[in-house]
């Protein structure tokens, strides 16, 4: 069965750093693009970072850029997302989600995980 799984979430202090992973199951990575969203609490869902299959090119939100990247590592089954310089305004449950080869809005993604708290808070 498809089935993604996030952890490393966590209690950071602002400006540290943590490492999200998304480990999937269930269908070929080769043909996904996997991304990264977070949501705030009465906020939408907001698209993070996302790397496609296609050829590995990687995509980050205007708020994050300088500060995260997304990677592909253990024989592309698992997709992280290394945070650094963390701000409050990071926080928020994080998920990863698949869709066929190509970067995409929320919309478009045909398989989610169930999210990893991460709070940045001093």
């Known amino acids: 069965q498809v089935q993604l799984v996030e952890s490393g979430g966590g209690l950071v202090q602002p400006g540290g750093s943590l490492r999200l992973s998304c480990a999937t199951s269930?269908?070929?990575?080769?043909?996904?693009?996997i991304g990264w969203f977070r949501q705030a609490p009465g906020k939408e869902r907001e698209g993070v970072s996302c790397?496609?299959?296609?050829?590995?090119?990687?995509y980050y939100a205007d708020s994050v850029k300088g500060r995260f990247s997304i990677s592909r590592a253990n024989g592309k089954n698992t997709v992280y997302l290394h945070m650094n310089s963390l701000k409050p305004e990071d926080t928020a449950v994080y998920y990863c989600g698949a869709v066929s080869y190509i970067c995409s809005d929320s919309d478009d993604y045909d398989y989610w995980g169930q999210g990893t708290q991460v709070t940045v808070s001093s």
């Open positions: 790397i496609s299959s296609l050829d590995g090119s990687t």
């Open positions: 269930g269908f070929s990575m080769d043909y996904y693009a």
